[in-house]
């Protein structure tokens, strides 16, 4: 009876893994058909990816270099804040209250540049 409890769980980790992959391509492709638009942006806040990640039930560490940086973006227009990961040449770059025009292709980052 366990063995089947066990292959149940792996093949439905199968199966999120198999999903989560169709989803970020489906996304991927829906951005490289998009435009790229401009938009007045401020900078709400900064933030990098922690030393460590939860995988499971234990930590894992996250060597500096595999680390993300994320910027939150507020747009003048609709007040809406985003949240996207940029390259860390932008995350240095870039302050908090900075405003500028932000370069969008569907949902991705592209560039942001100071006014």
């Given at each position: 009876m366990p063995p089947t409890i066990f292959l149940i769980g792996v093949l439905i980790m199968i199966l999120i893994a198999v999903i989560r992959v169709i989803l970020y391509n489906k996304e991927q492709s829906y951005n490289d058909f998009q435009p790229i638009t401009p938009s007045c942006a401020r900078i709400i806040s900064k933030r990098k990816d922690g030393e460590y990640r939860r995988s499971?039930?234990?930590?894992?560490?996250?060597?500096?270099?595999?680390?993300?940086?994320?910027?939150?973006?507020?747009?003048?227009?609709?007040?809406?804040?985003?949240?996207?990961?940029?390259?860390?040449?932008?995350?240095?770059?870039?302050?908090?209250?900075?405003?500028?025009?932000?370069?969008?292709?569907?949902?991705?980052?592209?560039?942001?540049?100071?006014?």
């Open positions: 499971g039930a234990r930590f894992v560490y996250i060597p500096e270099k595999q680390r993300r940086n994320y910027i939150k973006f507020e747009f003048a227009s609709t007040k809406q804040i985003k949240e996207f990961c940029v390259p860390d040449n932008d995350y240095e770059k870039f302050f908090e209250e900075d405003i500028g025009t932000l370069n969008l292709q569907g949902t991705r980052y592209i560039s942001f540049e100071l006014q």
